[in-house]
């Protein structure tokens, strides 16, 4: 399971075979935007960059955001 934002968004991306510069493209970002959030640089990106990039690999934006098992879950 994806722990981090970046993981989150590079898994989303990659099931929707797309580079970080299609997403970028489409979502009306830049391609340094994707990779910084992707490699951890950006760790608190704007709400409207999250739901650009939701919109665009058809997710909720929660879907980006890492969850952490609840330990009385298990």
């Known amino acids: 399971m994806p ?3 970046g993981d989150c968004l590079r898994a ?3 099931s ?3 580079t970080q510069e299609q997403l970028a493209v ?3 970002l830049t391609t340094a935007s994707v990779s910084r959030i992707e490699g ?3 760790e608190n990106p704007r709400l409207e960059t999250l739901r650009a990039l939701a919109r665009v690999l058809r997710i909720e ?3 980006l955001l890492p969850h952490e098992e609840n330990d009385a879950s298990k």
Do not use: C
Request: glycine share 12%.
């Open 3 to 5: 722990s981090t934002l």
């Open 61 to 63: 934006v929660a879907a």
């Open 16 to 18: 929707a075979n797309l």
């Open 12 to 14: 989303a991306r990659r």
């Open 26 to 28: 489409t979502a009306g």
């Open 40 to 42: 951890g640089r950006n």
